[in-house]
Each structure stands twice: as structure tokens, then as C-alpha cells.
């Protein structure tokens, strides 16, 4: 269970007297449960290889924010790079890592066949 881990991890930083001194009014646990969803993005990102990582910023900065600046080619590409990194498997992960409860698979993942469900199986845990 995720949860225990950062609970453990929390309790050793909190305990240490380097962490007490900078720490009054500092939020340790949400420091730390945004540098796991920090990691878990990065390695959603390594999921592209480096060609397809750097056709995705190009296109990402020809949009500047709107997709009708690009052709419909373009579109269509971009949509594809942005699907290889499974957007809501990473979502499903992410609240899955953050939420102290635990959640339905259905709400994290998709309906039971769906393309995220199936890549949360085939994941290593």
C-alpha cells in the first residue's frame, strides 16, 4: 500500500531536528505527495521516446494553448503523442497515490475493457 510508505517516510523526516527547524507552517506531506505525482509524470513522459518527446513540445509550442493554430494533421498528431501517455491511467494513479481512501477502479481507470484499465494491469506494481 502506497499510503504506509509515505507515512513512514513522513514520520522519519518529521523527527529529524533539521526538518523541525525549517518545517513550522511548512507542509512536508503535501511536499512530499507532489514529488511522487512529480515522479509518477515523469515517468508517463518516459513512456515517448526522445523524437516522439520533442515532435510533441513543438507541436505543444505551435498551439500556444490553441489547437486551431495547428493543421489537421498536426492535430491528429498531437493527439496521438498525448494518448501514448496514457492521460488517465496517469490521473487514476495520481488520486490513487494522493486520496487517503481508497477508490472504485471504475472511477480511477475507466469502465472494465477500457485501453486505461488494461494498461493499469499490464503495469508493474
Known amino acids: 500500500m502506497p499510503g504506509a510508505y509515505h507515512l513512514l517516510v513522513l514520520r522519519f523526516l518529521l523527527k529529524r531536528p533539521w526538518v523541525k527547524r525549517i518545517a513550522p507552517g511548512l507542509p512536508v506531506g503535501a511536499l512530499l505527495l507532489t514529488a511522487d505525482v512529480a515522479l509518477l509524470a515523469g515517468r508517463h513522459v518516459g513512456r515517448l521516446d526522445a523524437t516522439e518527446r520533442r515532435r510533441l513540445l513543438v507541436l505543444l509550442r505551435r498551439a500556444r494553448g490553441r489547437p486551431s493554430a495547428l493543421s489537421e494533421a498536426e492535430r491528429r498528431e ?48
Open 78 to 125: 498531437l493527439l496521438e503523442l498525448l494518448a501514448g501517455l496514457e492521460p488517465r491511467l496517469f490521473v487514476g494513479s495520481a488520486v490513487r497515490r494522493v486520496s487517503p481512501l481508497p477508490l472504485p477502479k471504475r472511477v480511477l481507470y475507466g469502465a472494465r475493457g477500457s485501453r486505461a484499465r488494461t494498461a493499469a494491469a499490464r503495469r508493474p506494481r
